[in-house]
Structures are given as structure tokens and as C-alpha cells.
């Protein structure tokens, strides 16, 4: 029974050190959401005005630019999935690439070949031991991107496009990450980056609102040159940190999740241990107890 009770005592210790780093990284985790959050919050801006200054320089002329114009028959697509370099955040990275996974089925039974890009550990390791080719990757900066490291992503993906499909480029290029909607949840979604859908981006604006008109010079092709690579960057940096907020939104969840578990499991082994402990207690009397009836037992025979 002695060595029933220290095992239990001996798993306390371990599980009861298991909860404080549990509880450590759950705390790490709150912190850094909220600087993403802020962060997040901080891009959207640019990114949206951005945005509107493309479809307006985009409706205001009929220059054909692979920012704005749709191939005649698109047969070759990118797809860049953004994933994160630690685990220990649930079904984060998980639900990334099934979606990733899911949008490239479609591109394929669309006829297109599909080239995949990847930023973040997790998810080059997924396609590494499945075999499956990557265009490229890159990672180290998941947790706290920056814009440099946006540009970084950018400048591949921007030279895809503006290839002819003949020499390796593509016509199409998406992005699939997970959106930070609240603590609580995160939705893994794709969209298209490229090229941009001026029809959409005018169902999104405000109702009444009219885009400025606009004179170009030298010319609205010159001028889409110079936005295409700001546009691309803007919106894989908003994507990055919206994917950096949700990791870190998940480590928090499925960290306290597990120091509640250890909790919990402590709060049962130290039943399992103070019921070994009675029982150790309650054998040592029965000992005591009946070593003394016969000790009294022999005492009285001798006396006779």
C-alpha cells in the first residue's frame, strides 16, 4: 500500500508541474493576442484604402493588368497557405490546411495546376511527409510578423503573376489563413488576392458612395504597376497578423483547457492518494490492533 501512495504522490508532482507551465504559456498566450489584435486592428485601414484605390484606378480605365483583369482561360493558380511554426494551439494549424487542402482540389477540378506556397513550420512539415511539391516556404516570423517579412512572401508570388504561364507563371493567386473573428473564435478561410474582383469590392463599400474620379499619369497601367506590389504586400501583412493573432488565441484556449484538465486530474489523484493513505492507516491499526490482542493472548497463557 506504502508504494501505492507514492506513486500517486509521485504523479501529483508531475502533473502539478505540468499545470504551471500549462498556466505560463496561457498567460504568454493572453499577452500576445492582445498586441495582434492591435496590430491587426492597426493594418486594416491601409489595406482597405488600398483596396479602394486599386478598384478605382481599376473601373476608371479599361487598361487590361493582371491586378485587375481575369485570363480569358485561367489555367495555372497559387496558393499561399499561412500556418504557424509551433504547435500547442489546438486544431489551429489543422483546420488551415484542410481548408488549404480543400481549395486546391477545387482549382484542380477546375483544370488549373495548382503551386503551392507556404509560410510556417507546421505546415511545410505536413506537406513534406505527404511528399507533395511547395514552390517555396518560409518561417521564424509567424508569432510576431512583421512587414518586411510580408514583402519577403510578396516578392515571389508577385513575379508568379506577372509571369506568362508559358515561363512558370500563374494566373490566379489565393491565399488561405485563419481569420481572428473573437478570443473565442477563428475561422480558417481562402480568398482570391489576385486578380482583384472590382464587382465584389464595390458590393462591400458603403452604400451611396461614389469612387473618385481620377486623371492618371503617365498612365493607369503605370499606376497599377506601382500599386500591384503594395497591394500584395498590404494584404499578405493584414493576413499574416490576423493568422498570428488567431494562433495565439488558440494556444490561450487549448492551454487553459489543459491546465483546467491538470486540475482536474490532480484534484482525482490526490482522492486516489488520501484513499490509499486511510487505507495504509487503517491496515497499520488492524496490525496494532491485533498484534496487541496477541500479545495479550500469550501473556495471559503464561500467567496460567
Same mark, same amino acid.
Given at each position: 500500500?506504502?508504494?501505492?501512495?507514492?506513486? %500517486?504522490?509521485?504523479?501529483?508532482?508531475?502533473?502539478?508541474?505540468?499545470?504551471?507551465?500549462?498556466?505560463?504559456?496561457?498567460?504568454?498566450?493572453?499577452?500576445?493576442?492582445?498586441?495582434?489584435?492591435?496590430?491587426? $486592428?492597426?493594418?486594416?485601414? %491601409?489595406?482597405?484604402?488600398?483596396?479602394?484605390? *486599386?478598384?478605382? *484606378?481599376?473601373?476608371?480605365? +479599361?487598361?487590361?493588368?493582371?491586378?485587375?483583369?481575369? $485570363?480569358?482561360?485561367?489555367?495555372? =493558380?497559387? !496558393? #499561399?497557405?499561412?500556418?504557424?511554426?509551433?504547435?500547442?494551439?489546438?486544431?489551429?494549424? =489543422? +483546420?488551415?490546411?484542410?481548408? $488549404? /487542402?480543400? @481549395?486546391?482540389?477545387? #482549382? !484542380?477540378?477546375?483544370?488549373?495546376? *495548382?503551386?503551392?506556397?507556404?509560410?510556417?513550420?507546421?505546415?511545410?512539415?505536413?506537406? +513534406?511527409?505527404?511528399?507533395?511539391? !511547395?514552390? /517555396?516556404s518560409w518561417s521564424g516570423f509567424t508569432d510576431e510578423p512583421t512587414y518586411a517579412d510580408a514583402k519577403?512572401?510578396?516578392?515571389?508570388?508577385?513575379?508568379?503573376?506577372?509571369?506568362?504561364?508559358?515561363?512558370?507563371?500563374?494566373?490566379?493567386l489565393h491565399i488561405v489563413y485563419t481569420e481572428f473573428v473573437s478570443m473565442m473564435t477563428q475561422t480558417?478561410?481562402?480568398?482570391? @488576392?489576385?486578380? @482583384?474582383?472590382? /464587382?465584389? *469590392?464595390?458590393?462591400?463599400?458603403?452604400?451611396? /458612395?461614389?469612387?473618385? @474620379?481620377?486623371?492618371?499619369?503617365?498612365?493607369?497601367?503605370? !499606376?497599377l504597376d506601382a500599386l500591384l506590389p503594395r497591394y500584395v504586400e498590404s494584404r499578405i501583412y493584414n493576413?499574416?497578423?490576423?493568422?498570428?493573432?488567431?494562433?495565439?488565441?488558440?494556444?490561450?484556449?487549448?492551454?487553459?483547457?489543459?491546465?483546467? +484538465? $491538470?486540475?482536474?486530474?490532480?484534484?482525482?489523484?490526490?482522492?486516489?492518494?488520501?484513499?490509499?493513505?486511510?487505507?495504509?492507516?487503517?491496515?497499520?491499526?488492524?496490525?496494532?490492533?491485533?498484534?496487541?490482542?496477541?500479545?495479550?493472548?500469550?501473556?495471559?497463557?503464561?500467567?496460567?
Amino acid at each position: 500500500m506504502g508504494a501505492q501512495l507514492r506513486v %500517486y504522490k509521485r504523479r501529483i508532482r508531475s502533473v502539478t508541474a505540468t499545470k504551471k507551465i500549462t498556466k505560463a504559456m496561457e498567460m504568454i498566450a493572453a499577452s500576445r493576442v492582445v498586441k495582434a489584435q492591435r496590430k491587426v $486592428a492597426a493594418s486594416a485601414p %491601409y489595406a482597405t484604402e488600398l483596396t479602394r484605390a *486599386v478598384t478605382a *484606378v481599376g473601373t476608371g480605365s +479599361n487598361t487590361k493588368h493582371p491586378l485587375t483583369t481575369e $485570363a480569358e482561360t485561367a489555367t495555372r =493558380s497559387a !496558393v #499561399l497557405l499561412l500556418t504557424s511554426d509551433r504547435g500547442l494551439a489546438g486544431a489551429f494549424n =489543422s +483546420n488551415a490546411i484542410k481548408a $488549404a /487542402e480543400l @481549395l486546391t482540389a477545387r #482549382l !484542380v477540378a477546375e483544370g488549373k495546376e *495548382v503551386d503551392t506556397y507556404i509560410v510556417g513550420r507546421r505546415g511545410l512539415a505536413h506537406y +513534406n511527409f505527404r511528399e507533395r511539391k !511547395v514552390v /517555396e516556404s518560409w518561417s521564424g516570423f509567424t508569432d510576431e510578423p512583421t512587414y518586411a517579412d510580408a514583402k519577403n512572401v510578396a516578392g515571389p508570388l508577385i513575379e508568379a503573376i506577372e509571369k506568362d504561364t508559358a515561363d512558370g507563371g500563374v494566373d490566379e493567386l489565393h491565399i488561405v489563413y485563419t481569420e481572428f473573428v473573437s478570443m473565442m473564435t477563428q475561422t480558417a478561410i481562402d480568398g482570391r @488576392l489576385l486578380p @482583384l474582383r472590382l /464587382e465584389e *469590392v464595390a458590393e462591400e463599400a458603403p452604400k451611396g /458612395e461614389i469612387l473618385p @474620379l481620377y486623371e492618371f499619369e503617365p498612365s493607369a497601367e503605370d !499606376v497599377l504597376d506601382a500599386l500591384l506590389p503594395r497591394y500584395v504586400e498590404s494584404r499578405i501583412y493584414n493576413a499574416l497578423l490576423q493568422s498570428a493573432a488567431s494562433k495565439h488565441a488558440a494556444t490561450r484556449r487549448a492551454m487553459k483547457s489543459a491546465t483546467d +484538465n $491538470a486540475g482536474d486530474l490532480i484534484t482525482s489523484l490526490s482522492r486516489l492518494a488520501n484513499a490509499a493513505r486511510q487505507a495504509e492507516i487503517t491496515q497499520e491499526i488492524s496490525e496494532i490492533v491485533g498484534g496487541s490482542a496477541a500479545l495479550a493472548d500469550a501473556t495471559a497463557g503464561s500467567d496460567k
